[in-house]
């Protein structure tokens, strides 16, 4: 059912002027963007959908009323045109190992490709453990083994006890330590940790789904990997098959897989692997919203600070349980959006600027794989001379208790950890470690794409201090990715108030600071991205 008043009030006060001039954070304010911007109106944000771009001119009508600055000439949007890779239905996938045919849907997942639309590849393949490649960590599982023009068959993860934020990183890169040892495919064996927590039956069922990416210079759709063709999760008798004549078993390569440390090794698999698939692709347009605060000082201004939240979220889908259909994202993440722009407002009227310029960013498609952060990391909107020196991103903070703490994920890694402190401190609250080590959420939202191209960053949510695990906790096993996550959740307005403020606070003193945030010494991502740049000093 549509909400019509609770829209006409958020319209209502997008149009009202400001009284105020002082920094202040209004829970009505907030409350009335949220409002907006999760309202059955829009659809769920899905990009490339109208909803989304309704709430595209939400947000940049916001920007101009603060009279703030375009990023891009004469406009409020970066363009952004997505593809969308789907199989054709016409021409069923299929998996055929050593002779064998497995029908994708069944212990075969393929999902489309968008590069070529149809493709026979065949190919010897060869296991490589868990596929991972790292100079500084020293871990080559391609060590003694000959990949090129072969499908190189991947357990999913990292081994057991390897550090969470390493280990992520290291997994979502297998796709390229294939391609440099000169695969043509990646084969995904899914790893009993991954089982545990996510059935085969849904992991199946996810490869249904399109496979977005935007269309690049070339009008192709970007990937990381263009020399992987062909890829494909299997599972009990598919990856049997695989393993057939090896004298190694799926059941002793888990076995090995599930100890701690485990890392089972490479080796060749006798089938011949031929995969076939056929794809349709669609494009649809979208674009990321951004606006710039000029700096203060002109020693600093030419530095920017991003301050970002995704803007879309999962749209319409029939397939939702109950009659509700619409996901409108309410914590996930319109209360991210809201804050940002409760922040903006601060800055535009709250008196002196901040010495060194900012810019806000709403983005698209980051539910579909941080696509619109990707695409403004690959494609910067800063002038000649311009440098963005930290990111902040601003990704589903739980607003139904009175936080006494927050999380930056990633502040262990640069200056910016102490500069978040501080703030965090002065506005009243503290700064708590990662409470979730195991979940690798550094690697998992929009800043991670700009600490690919070497930017310090840091990701930040409410705390699990008092009520924070229990709130956080339930929201994720009842309303995460639900149509239940809707405006009428038990919303605490002052506590959203809070937040904006809290970060209001920390991305002041980054703009302030009189150093640029730099990774620290002998990080991992510091060294991984940004190897060329000066490092400061490793905390004791």
């Not at 050593?98 to 190919?123: D, H, L």
């Not at 890169?173 to 039956?201: F, H, N, V």
């Not at 991210?336 to 498609?365: C, D, E």
Request: charge should be neutral; aromatic fraction near 8%; hydrophobic fraction near 45%.
């Amino acid at each position: 059912m549509f909400r019509r008043l609770p829209v006409l009030a958020s319209l209502l006060a997008l149009s009202a002027p400001a009284l105020a001039q002082e920094a202040t954070f209004s829970p009505d304010a907030i409350r009335s963007d949220i409002t907006f911007l999760s309202d059955d109106l829009l659809e769920g944000r899905d990009a490339g959908t109208r909803g989304y771009d309704i709430a595209a001119r939400f947000v940049a009508a916001r920007f101009t009323a603060l009279g703030l600055q375009q990023a891009v000439k004469d406009s409020w949007y970066q363009p952004v045109t997505l593809a969308l890779a789907d199989l054709d239905k016409a021409t069923p996938a299929a998996l055929t190992i050593g002779g064998q045919r497995f029908a994708n849907g069944g212990e075969v997942a393929i999902s489309g490709f968008g590069r070529e639309t149809k493709q026979s590849i065949a190919a010897q393949a060869i296991f490589v453990g868990y596929g991972l490649q790292s100079d500084r960590e020293k871990i080559d599982d391609y060590a003694g083994l000959d990949l090129r023009g072969k499908y190189a068959v991947v357990l999913s993860g990292s081994p057991v006890g390897m550090p969470s934020e390493v280990g992520a990183h290291l997994a979502a890169e297998k796709g390229l330590a294939a391609q440099k040892a000169g695969a043509i495919g990646l084969i995904t064996i899914p790893s009993p940790s991954l089982l545990a927590r996510m059935p085969w039956e849904k992991l199946r069922d996810r490869s249904n789904d399109p496979v977005v990416s935007w269309l690049d210079a070339q009008g192709q759709p970007y990937v990381r990997t263009p020399a992987i063709r062909g890829s494909a999760s299997v599972n009990g008798p598919a990856a049997d098959a695989l393993l057939a004549g090896s004298g190694r078993t799926l059941a002793a390569i888990m076995k090995e897989a599930a100890k701690k440390g485990g890392r089972p090794k490479g080796f060749a698999l006798k089938p011949l692997v031929t995969l076939e698939r056929a794809s349709t692709v669609r494009t649809a347009p979208s674009a990321n919203v951004l606006a710039v605060l000029p700096g203060s000082d002109p020693a600093l201004a030419h530095e920017y600070v991003l301050l970002m939240a995704h803007l879309d979220h999962n749209g319409v889908k029939d397939s939702a349980k109950g009659a509700d259909k619409i996901y409108n994202g309410a914590m996930d993440n319109a209360s991210g959006t809201a804050t940002m722009l409760a922040v903006a407002r601060a800055f535009a009227q709250g008196g002196a600027r901040p010495k060194r310029s900012i810019v806000f960013a709403a983005v698209t498609a980051e539910e579909d794989g941080l696509l619109g952060s990707q695409y403004l990391a690959k494609n910067p909107v800063l002038p000649a001379g311009g440098k963005l020196v930290g990111v902040v991103n601003l990704d589903m903070p739980i607003l139904t208790y009175d936080f006494a703490d927050v999380v930056a994920f990633g502040a262990e890694h640069s200056t910016l950890g102490p500069i978040v402190d501080r703030a965090a401190r002065a506005a009243g609250v503290t700064l708590s470690p990662d409470p979730l080590p195991a979940e690798g959420l550094f690697t998992r939202s929009d800043h991670y794409r700009f600490v690919q191209e070497g930017v310090p960053s840091v990701f930040l949510m409410t705390g699990f201090a008092g009520p924070g695990k229990a709130a956080f906790e339930h929201f994720l096993k009842t309303n995460y990715h639900q149509p239940s996550d809707q405006v009428d959740l038990p919303f605490d307005w002052n506590a959203a108030a809070k937040f904006a403020r809290v970060n209001y606070a920390i991305a002041r003193e980054i703009a302030d600071a009189a150093e640029a945030p730099r990774w620290y010494a002998h990080d991992f991502f510091g060294d991984a991205f940004a190897g060329d740049q000066p490092k400061a000093p490793a905390p004791r």
